[in-house]
């Protein structure tokens, strides 16, 4: 397993690069233009100049090659540097500055990390708290009551999308109860009970509006995988032992039901990095996908690049760490 | 009184990307911006040129503007201080200058000083623009909110190719107005305070400005009509009758400025038919087939009920419009008002005069030439709205479309590489809106030169979109370069609109305003399309 | 010895079942597979069930546990423990009842252990749900258990997961689950089929002494007529869903009166009774109905020593053992051992042992379902180690194999026709028809009807599965065929038929088996080769009646010695509970196998014979 | 369970298995439901228009934001066309872009999983591709796709046809990585156990293995990669019209008018009431319909 995820870990190298690249070449390709945003009396000579500005007017290959050393070098160093206030080199390193702000990069990022951690991160946790019982118990009592309006609840929340639902939440619980502001305030610091209630009360919206979207698909799989295992003889062993029946539900079904669930939320960790671009949107929660999507349709490709690849990088270790887990859950599954 | 009135909420649903207008151009950033620094001289909400950071508006009879137009001389106001305490000099208006046109800057306003050959300071408090040649309209740099005064001292290390490194500069100019940055997020929202150096003392009356930025037009404007969080947003393009029913709510209402924006349905006079491959809509394609004829395109305008697109798409935030050049009102001609009332039987007569016959299919032909157009826009519900009903009208005079729209970053986004940008206009009739700064239209008319046909000799970069070629418009727009005269401006500029609407270089619909949502709670609000929206913020208060 | 109260009535019964009538949903209807069932086990005491296979034997005792799936499943009757209505107990105290009071060891122990648990951790969990435990005594707990029932290395083994395991260890493990708990009763479902004969004796004596220390009430469902002979104190005859019989021990087997029960009795199989034959010898049939006997014909097949099919030179299987997180290699199983045999057409060569040395794995290993370490196999012409995908495709069409777990070889969601049916369609031998045409004509040899077709695996008996699996081996008419414990499951009739079904295949398609049992008796008397495996190596080797009759390396003459006998009367007997230390295959990593080295006693008879082992052997 | 036991009742005659199947089927009353509210829909969507025969692009501005009436059953929108002459044109699209996408992700997703799942050699390089393809940013992908076909495929098939199969090609080819994942973790799974092992030594070819034993084994997941895909497909469309990326604005689709209607709740919540609940309805069917197939090839769970 050590030889393997070391393996793994080694060939995600060159696989990430690979990845860079084409996305890179991606990018160049997109018909967007940095300039596309600008008012149109802004005549092209000086869009040009603006072109010229950004470096636009480089070969597609220099550009490439210099963001990977930005990325790589530069970008690491800087760190580095802030961390243990050494000074490494002149200082003068370039960094990745995004085109619409002409401000590094990361620093973006960074800004934009709390609130999505907040919102999507914690949308998600929930997710997966919420999502494992409820497929359990769905399944284990499969076309009970309980199982019927579940099915018809993730159903339904799953197939009226964000745009819907948080319009829906806004007219009812902002608009009308006046309960929860329709607007999240990203300088809102947490420093007492009261700012906390507050902090509370703006991410109830967007959060439900992605906890139901995400309880829904991964409550699907939880239940269709536990639906597999349940009547395996070894549930049966293990109720001829007089082994209680939720630890029959939850050790022994459960954990040979996890391979797709496990699948399922790694894919799913990622995201909470690149956002909920629609639900950020509405409740202008401003996040690292409201970053993303307003950085792509500015053509903003430093942004774009740098923000798509440290997904790609999470995507590559999540699964990673999926197919690890793969062979801990299930012994009979050997990587060697 | 000063810094009394609390926060003042402002949403812009498109986000503020940076501070510095001169690194982007786009109006949000310019709005923003303009909380903190200013120009020398702004349009009111008349469009009347008022002094800002000067005593008066130079001009020809107050000697500021020297007589053969190739100089103009700005007194600036004493006692200005930037709000860093620091004073106020011609020093940064020279710099200002030389910022932006610094080689390697990517400066976005660089028009503004188009044909500036020199500024430099008389004294201190004086600032002479020298031009090149003679500038029948000299107010163009350091005026209205493209081109505000940036302090020398804070950019003084930014010029040129190191203007983007300079973050906290650019996120932060240290300016004259009523405002200082306090925390700048990109892309998401900023934070102003009351300036504690402002020329009056008794503004702004808000200590505290919150810019947020992000999500929708109609959220956005829930937030100031429904739900009451926010006291100003920008940009309220949303249906009518969403809009009606939330001003019910009582908390607030849209006000509208009109500038000089047109919603206009380019017709293409080249032949943009796929088949030609790289040469369509090109001077070698040949004329449009169906459009090379003048009563296609004026069937096409007449058959038009603008008033239904305006009441469907627009509401108060639009007036139907047959001119290019719908504003100031020293220009509004009325010579095409025929347009302004729909007339499909009119439109259906011209055509088979002309000679086009309905087919079976209810489509008009002639030649083996049928009409039926490629009709692309930008992706905007708005937009699409009108497209069904414009697609509806021309069905019913026989001509057939079919509906197209592009992401706005790509249409807009002139890729030499995409096929889908206005400019390539490989379509046979596009939809979008179009303006001019300030209140001259003298550039604007200029786009429709022969020499500016966007083709691949110039990496399709002319803004004569329509192909439209007319060596007397030419000779009209050449006039107007020369002539000083006001009056005689106008009359000019407004021939030269009559002529590209009546031979149909393009379908005027829509003159549009800029709608905001206010608050009822705001008082001092005063909108204006000519400058930035924001630019009396320190008059604005709170409602007691 | 205190097992003197015996009989029922002598206490009051722990078990006691009336009418017991278990039905399943079929089409629209229920079925009933078992009816009107009576009968009561007292503490102490052990009732053993024997019949017909798929005679209803499992469904009593998961009725009894109220363990069948709830909605296609109906019991009716009454079901007492110690004087308490089980059928109506709600789920929760079901559940108390349960591994406490009465355990169970289920038939098939690769489908009934969690595959993803370590075995140590199951069999604590049977501690830990019903007493107050730490999880260290658990565990010291669960590893006298495993060494009780001879898994050598208990220690190493502890986590280990199913699939590690042999079959007959996994069933070990079943048995230490089920007698963690102590229950006061216990209902053993075939719980030593997997199981060689040494160690199935030193099982029914830890069972026996359970009873004697704790009380504990035994019900025991078994095929083996000389285990219940030795362990039963009364004996319940199932015959298709009903109890045709019941009575001691002793006098069913001695006056029992029901045709059947005589069937039952008079084809058992007993070691010994092959002296003097050459060839092997078919099995009577007794016609249940009449309990008449046909004769016994012997196998006349010609075997020609030049040109075996299947030939086997220094095979060498390991399993590489990984510990610790990062799963260095800590150690390998050495499960086969420079194993060196060949098969003849026509020809059966048993391979017999102890449970655990490396028969199945041999079995897969020549087959090549298992990547062998080291080695040279031919099978029928081929160098099947060498093979790419399309050989090996054509090789598998000469050796079919018989899987020791039929339930886990058959995929759950196919029915059992097209699961026999398939092999045939794959390789093209005939169209769809003929391939049903066959499979039903297989299916009925094996004693199955052919409308069993349309049903799933789990709505079989063990035994039906295991026919199945027999079933399926034949539709290629293979050239050999490793049959892996393949008639273990059937009850002594059913077992005479199939084993003369392939006998019979033999004679007529000089067929070649390699065949792995455990039950000396059927060797005998099937198999005219005989190879003794210890710890992964073969220890003896010669034809059967050589082997049988002067019996070499020390382990051959202990298996011999501990062949249970048919006879109630030795039921007192009682092995002593062996000491000897339980040798482990398992090596630390570069460990080197000594050579070893064989004698001739007689033609084709080698005993192994090594310095240091024979030595402490003698 | 009040009939009476028929003891031994001879099996009845035997029946093919897709009898069989669709016999466990026919008891499963979730999955009729399901399938006759699928039926109905497409029923509906396709019949429709010939019953209720307002073209769904006329505008009538004069009856615009109406609520029903018996000229419109289901109202106006905000330019006057009928709303349920556009749910049902926009079923159509919504429908055969939702399954026709759904069906190839899920082909290829499957494809792809298995042969990672079951062919050691091809795992690596699958899942790397896989792994990419998660990574690709989806607008500029969508951009460039668009731009490097739309006119060559607009060419070859005319305009609604053209559009129908890039669409259908790029919801397929950006959606089908997570079935592709969780299939190749279940094959993972169930190739380890015996009976694929039995299945290997009785000579099957590999194809046939997966066929015939691995894939019925994984099919639950598939079916809920399946349902939840239809929704994702029918979502994933208009999001990309109103990107500017998918069918032109004459052609309603049900993801898009609840876009458009989004707006309007207040002033006319019709608009979005009945296109959430077609998709609705679509998804719920398809999921039930699913849980029927599921259920009915699962032998253990047999009759409800
Ligand atoms: N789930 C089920 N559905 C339908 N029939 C079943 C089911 N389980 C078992 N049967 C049938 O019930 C009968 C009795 O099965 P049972 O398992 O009790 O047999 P058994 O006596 O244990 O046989 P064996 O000795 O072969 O294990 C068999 O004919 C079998 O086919
Ligand atoms: N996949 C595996 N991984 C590790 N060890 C294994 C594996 N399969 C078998 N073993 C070990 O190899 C040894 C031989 O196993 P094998 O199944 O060949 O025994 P056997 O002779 O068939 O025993 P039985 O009669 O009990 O079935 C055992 O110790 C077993 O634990
Ligand atoms: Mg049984
Ligand atoms: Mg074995
Ligand atoms: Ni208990």
Not at chain 1, 88 to 114: F, K, N, Q
Not at chain 2, 127 to 140: A, G, I, R
Not at chain 3, 529 to 537: N, P
Not at chain 4, 176 to 199: C, N, P, Y
Request: aromatic share 8%; glycine share 8%; charged share 20%.
């Amino acid at each position: 397993m050590f030889n393997y995820t070391l393996r793994r870990l080694l060939f995600a190298i060159p696989t990430l690069l690979v990845i860079s690249f084409i996305i890179f070449a991606l990018l160049d390709l997109a018909p967007n233009d940095p300039t596309g945003e600008l008012p149109l009396t802004i005549p092209p000579e000086v869009r040009e100049q603006i072109r010229a500005s950004l470096g636009l007017d480089q070969p597609f290959f220099i550009r490439y090659l210099l963001w990977m050393q930005q990325f790589f070098i530069n970008e690491p160093l800087n760190l580095l540097e802030k961390m243990t206030g050494w000074q490494i080199g002149d200082g003068s390193r370039m960094r990745i500055l995004s085109w619409a702000t002409r401000s590094p990069v990361v620093d973006l990022i960074v800004e934009r990390l709390p609130q999505t951690l907040w919102v999507v991160g914690l949308s998600y946790l929930l997710a997966v708290i919420i999502s494992i019982p409820i497929g359990v118990i769905s399944a284990y009592k499969q076309y009970s009551i309980f199982d019927q309006i579940g099915t018809f609840v993730s159903m339904v929340g799953f197939s009226v999308p964000t745009f819907f639902t948080g319009v829906v939440l806004i007219v009812i619980f902002s608009s009308w109860l006046q309960w929860f502001p329709s607007v999240y305030d990203t300088n809102h610091q947490v420093t007492d009970f009261a700012s906390l209630m507050f902090q509370i009360k703006q991410m109830a919206l967007p959060v439900i509006v992605l906890t139901l979207y995400n309880t829904s698909q991964i409550a699907r799989f939880v239940r269709a995988s536990m639906l597999d295992n349940l009547n395996q003889d070894y549930v049966r062993t293990a109720r001829a032992k007089g082994v209680k029946e939720n630890i029959i539900l939850l050790v022994h079904v459960l954990r040979n039901s996890l391979i797709p669930v496990v699948t399922v939320i790694a894919l799913g960790v990622p995201t909470i990095f690149s956002g909920a671009i629609i639900t950020e949107q509405i409740f202008r929660v401003n996040g690292l996908g409201q970053l993303l999507i307003t950085a792509i349709q500015g053509a903003d490709i430093p942004l774009v690049q740098t923000l798509t690849f440290i997904f790609a990088v999470l995507i590559v270790l999540f699964n990673l760490i999926a197919d690890v887990l793969y062979g801990i859950l299930d012994p009979r599954i050997r990587y060697d | 009184e000063r810094a009394t009135d609390g926060d003042l909420k402002i949403l812009f649903w498109q986000a503020v990307s940076t501070l510095n207008p001169y690194l982007s151009g786009g109006t949000k950033e310019i709005y923003s911006s303009s909380l903190t620094i200013e120009p020398l001289a702004r349009y009111d909400q008349t469009g009347t040129l008022t002094p800002w950071l000067v005593t008066e508006i130079p001009t020809v009879d107050n000697g500021g503007v020297a007589k053969d137009m190739t100089s103009i001389t700005w007194k600036l106001k004493p006692g200005v201080k930037w709000s860093d305490g620091t004073p106020f000099t011609a020093e940064d208006v020279i710099f200002t200058w030389q910022y932006c046109t610094a080689p390697d800057g990517g400066c976005a306003q660089k028009a503004q000083y188009e044909g500036v050959k020199s500024v430099e300071a008389l004294d201190p408090t004086t600032v002479k623009v020298t031009f090149t040649e003679p500038k029948y309209y000299p107010y163009s740099a350091f005026v209205g909110a493209q081109s505000p005064i940036i302090q020398k001292a804070q950019f003084k290390d930014c010029v040129g190719a190191k203007a983007p490194g300079c973050t906290s500069a650019n996120f932060g100019p240290i300016g004259t107005g009523p405002f200082v940055v306090k925390e700048f997020k990109p892309n998401d929202v900023v934070t102003y305070v009351a300036n504690p150096n402002y020329r009056d003392a008794a503004k702004p009356a808000f200590a505290s400005v919150t810019l947020k930025g992000g999500g929708d037009a109609p959220s956005a404007a829930r937030a100031v009509l429904e739900t009451g969080e926010f006291d100003y947003a920008w940009n309220m393009q949303v249906e009518p009758e969403v809009l009606a029913t939330m001003i019910a709510k009582g908390k607030g209402k849209i006000e509208t400025a009109f500038g000089t924006q047109v919603e206009r349905i380019n017709l293409n006079w080249f032949n943009p038919d796929p088949a030609l491959g790289d040469k369509r809509s090109t001077k070698e394609a040949g004329p449009h087939p169906a459009l090379k004829d003048p009563a296609v395109r004026k069937a096409l305008s007449m058959a038009i009920d603008r008033e239904v697109i305006d009441e469907v798409g627009y509401g108060e935030a639009g007036k139907p419009t047959c001119n290019i050049v719908p504003a100031p009102d020293i220009y509004i001609s009325t010579t095409n008002d025929w347009c302004l009332k729909q007339d499909i039987d009119g439109a259906n007569k011209l055509l088979d005069e002309a000679g086009w016959k309905k087919g079976s299919d209810g489509i008009r032909a002639k030649d083996g030439v049928k009409l039926s157009f490629l009709y692309q826009t930008s992706t905007n519900s708005v937009r699409q709205g009108t497209q069904a009903l414009v697609k509806d009208w021309w069905q019913q005079i026989g001509v057939a479309s079919e509906l197209r729209n592009v992401a706005a970053s790509v249409f807009f986004g002139g890729d030499p590489a995409s096929p889908d940008t206005f400019q390539k206009f490989y379509a046979d009739v596009e939809m979008y809106t179009n303006n001019f700064d300030g209140t001259d239209p003298e550039k604007y008319l200029a786009e429709w030169l022969c020499d500016k046909i966007p083709s691949p000799a110039n990496g399709w970069q002319g803004q004569n979109i329509p192909r439209y070629c007319n060596p007397d418009y030419d000779k009209i727009v050449a006039e107007l370069a020369k002539t000083g005269d006001l009056a005689k401006r106008a009359e000019l500029a407004k021939k030269a609109n009559d002529m590209l609407t009546a031979e149909g270089a393009h379908i005027p619909l829509i003159h549009r305003g800029q709608p905001s949502a206010i608050s009822n709670t705001l008082a001092g609000v005063n909108m204006n399309a000519w400058d930035s929206e924001l630019w009396n913020a320190a008059d604005w208060s709170r409602k007691k | 010895m205190a097992s003197g109260t015996i009989g029922s009535g002598a206490a009051e019964p722990v078990l006691s079942v009336k009418g017991l009538t278990t039905s399943f949903r079929s089409g629209d209807g229920w079925k009933s597979v078992v009816r009107d069932m009576s009968f009561d086990v007292a503490p102490r005491e052990t009732v053993a069930i024997v019949g017909e296979s798929g005679s209803g034997k499992s469904v009593t005792s998961l009725s009894i546990m109220r363990l069948l799936q709830k909605n296609v499943s109906r019991i009716e009757g009454s079901v007492k423990l110690a004087g308490r209505e089980l059928l109506t107990l709600s789920e929760e105290e079901m559940r108390h009842v349960r591994g406490k009071d009465i355990s169970m060891i289920f038939q098939e122990p690769m489908t009934s252990l969690n595959p993803i648990f370590p075995i140590g951790k199951q069999i604590a969990e049977a501690l830990t749900c019903h007493q107050d435990i730490s999880f260290k005594d658990a565990k010291a707990e669960v590893l006298r258990l495993l060494e009780k029932v001879r898994i050598p290395n208990a220690k190493g083994r502890f986590d280990e997961y199913p699939h590690q395991f042999s079959g007959g260890m996994r069933q070990r493990v079943m048995i230490a689950m089920a007698l963690a708990s102590k229950p006061r009763l216990l209902i053993a479902d075939e719980p030593t089929t997997a199981l060689d004969v040494t160690i199935q004796g030193q099982i029914l004596d830890l069972i026996k002494q359970l009873q004697e220390e704790e009380g504990m009430a035994v019900l025991f469902i078994t095929h083996d007529m000389g285990v219940v002979a030795e362990v039963a104190d009364r004996t319940i005859v199932m015959f298709r869903g009903d109890v045709v019989e019941t009575g001691t021990t002793d006098d069913i087997f001695n006056r029992g009166h029901h045709p059947y029960t005589r069937a039952l009795l008079s084809a058992v199989p007993k070691l010994g009774s092959m002296k003097g034959e050459k060839a092997p010898l078919r099995f009577p049939i007794v016609d249940v109905a009449t309990g008449s006997m046909s004769e016994a014909k012997p196998v006349l097949t010609t075997i020609s020593a030049t040109t075996p099919i299947v030939e086997v030179k220094n095979l060498t299987t390991r399993f590489t053992i990984r510990s610790g997180l990062l799963g260095r290699p800590s150690g390998a199983v050495h499960a086969v051992e420079d194993v060196s045999f060949s098969l003849s057409p026509g020809e059966t060569l048993s391979l017999v042992g102890e449970s655990g040395c490396g028969k199945s794995t041999t079995g897969r290993s020549i087959t090549r379902l298992i990547e062998p370490t080291s080695g040279y196999v031919n099978v029928d012409g081929f160098d099947t180690l060498t093979l790419g995908k399309a050989e090996l495709r054509t090789m598998r069409r000469s050796i079919q194999m018989i899987f020791q777990d039929p339930f886990a070889s058959l995929n759950p969601r196919m029915t059992v026709g097209s699961a026999v049916m398939e092999p045939f369609i794959e390789h093209g031998l005939g169209s769809k028809s003929d391939a049903r045409d066959k499979a039903a004509d297989l299916l009925k040899k094996v004693g199955l009807s052919g409308d069993m077709m349309k049903r799933y695996p789990h709505e079989f008996s063990g035994g039906q599965r295991q026919r199945v699996a027999i079933a399926r081996s034949l539709m290629l008419d293979p050239k050999v065929i490793v049959a892996d414990e393949a008639v273990s499951a059937l009850d002594v009739s059913i077992k005479a038929q199939v084993c003369n079904l392939l006998m019979d295949l033999q004679e007529s398609l000089n067929l070649a088996y390699l065949f792995i049992s455990h039950d000396m008796a059927v060797v005998e008397r099937v198999s005219h080769r005989v190879a003794v495996m210890y710890l992964g190596e073969i220890v003896e080797i010669g034809p059967r009646e050589a082997l049988f009759e002067n019996p070499q390396h020390p382990y051959t003459r202990k298996l011999m010695a501990a062949v249970p006998v048919p006879d109630p009367a030795r039921r007192h007997l009682r092995r002593n509970l062996s000491t000897d230390e339980i040798k482990s295959p398992i090596r630390p990593v570069g460990y080197v196998a000594p050579k070893r080295s064989y004698i001739e006693i007689s033609p084709g008879h080698l005993v192994q014979v090594t310095e240091g082992e024979a030595a402490l052997a003698a | 369970m009040t009939d009476a036991t028929t003891a031994a009742a001879p099996q009845p005659p035997a029946r093919s298995l897709t009898r069989e199947i669709w016999g466990q089927f026919r008891k499963h009353t979730g999955g009729l439901i399901g399938l006759c509210v699928f039926i109905f829909i497409v029923l509906a969507v396709f019949v429709g228009p010939y019953i209720h025969t307002i073209d769904p692009n006329k505008i009538d501005i004069r009856a615009k934001n109406q609520g029903p009436s018996v000229l419109h059953p289901l109202g106006t929108d905000n330019l006057g066309h009928d709303m349920l002459a556009q749910i049902l044109a926009g079923g159509r699209i919504s429908l055969a872009v939702g399954i026709t996408a759904m069906l190839l992700s899920l082909v290829l997703g499957t494809l792809v999983g298995v042969i990672s799942g079951y062919i050691k050699k091809l795992d690596g390089p699958l899942m790397r591709l896989t792994d990419l393809f998660l990574a690709l940013p989806l607008l500029p992908l969508l951009l460039v796709i668009i731009m490097l076909f739309r006119d060559t495929l607009r060419a070859a098939f005319g305009p609604e046809t053209g559009i129908f199969i890039l669409i259908v090609f790029v919801i397929g080819i950006t959606s089908w990585m997570h079935t592709a994942r969780i299939v190749r973790g279940d094959v993972l799974a169930v190739k380890s156990q015996e009976f694929i092992l039995a299945a290997k030594s009785s000579g099957m070819r590999e194809w046939r293995i997966v066929l015939r034993h691995i894939l019925p084994n994984v099919m639950s997941s598939i079916m809920v990669s399946a349902t939840l895909g239809i929704a994702s497909a029918i979502i994933t469309e208009s999001a990309l019209s109103f990107l500017g990326l998918g069918f032109p604005s004459d052609f309603p689709t049900w993801g898009r008018l609840l876009f458009d209607g989004a707006n309007f709740l207040q002033i006319n919540p019709s608009r979005v009431i009945w296109p959430g609940l077609a998709i609705s309805l679509t998804v719920l069917s398809v999921n039930y319909l699913g849980d029927a197939v599921r259920d009915a090839l699962d032998p253990r769970m047999l009759k409800r």
